[in-house]
């Protein structure tokens, strides 16, 4: 069943075609990521000291 006091945002790299789709929603401490085309899947929830890590990481390797 969907947490309903998330606000989830899609990411923008995913497009309206479907494909690889991710959701992620900000908690005081946590960051929780899922996939859109399945919102009653559990998903998964990290640190946000963690999340900051894997994105300056992810950005780093990108950019």
């Given amino acids: 069943m969907?947490?309903?006091?998330?606000?989830w945002r899609k990411s923008t790299y995913s497009s309206e075609e479907g494909g690889a789709c991710v959701e992620v929603a900000t908690g005081p401490h946590t960051v929780h990521v899922r996939d859109s085309k399945d919102t009653n899947r559990p998903g998964l929830a990290v640190g946000s000291e963690t999340w900051a890590a894997f994105v300056g990481f992810t950005a780093d390797r990108i950019g």
């Fill in 2 to 7: 969907p947490d309903l006091h998330l606000a």
